[in-house]
Every structure is written in structure tokens, then in C-alpha cells.
């Protein structure tokens, strides 16, 4: 699976948690969790196997950093 259809995939878990009932939103948004750690591991594959701009690719990661921490307090307010 593309890069971009992992992302497309985590957006769609995302959308799918904003709108769930309650009862349901924990195990979108633990998938949406999942989603997101297979995404930084295949930028950090293209990273290191040179595969794009490395200035695009340390922005995306640090956009992936603050979507994660997000994600997690709203994992959190369910608990």
C-alpha cells in the first residue's frame, strides 16, 4: 500500500471517529492510531532510502508528531 493511501486511510478513520457515536469512537480512532504509526515508518523508510526531499519529509514528520499527540488526548478523553 502507497504512502498516500495510507494517509487516505488515516483521514477516513478520523472522519469516520468525529462522526461515530461515543460507544464506537475508541476503536476508529485506535485505528486511526495504528494508521498513523505504519505512515511514520514508511517516511522513515523513504527517508532513509533517499526516496524524497529530506526537508519535506522532517516537515511531514513533525506534522505527524503533533497529529499523534492530538489523536492521543482525544483517545484520552474517552477513557
Known amino acids: 500500500m502507497s504512502l498516500e493511501n495510507s494517509i487516505l486511510d488515516l483521514l477516513e ?16 480512532l485506535l485505528k486511526a492510531s495504528g ?4 505512515i511514520t515508518l514508511k517516511l522513515r523508510a523513504c527517508l532513509e532510502l533517499h526516496l ?18 492530538m489523536l492521543g488526548g482525544w483517545i484520552r478523553s474517552l477513557s
Not at 472522519?15 to 457515536?21: E, Q, V
Open 13 to 28: 478513520e478520523l472522519i469516520m471517529a468525529k462522526n461515530a457515536p461515543k460507544t464506537l469512537k475508541s476503536s476508529y
Open 35 to 38: 494508521r498513523l504509526e505504519i
Open 52 to 69: 524524497g526531499n529530506e526537508t519535506k519529509i522532517f516537515q511531514a514528520q513533525s506534522d505527524l508528531r503533533e497529529i499523534g499527540r
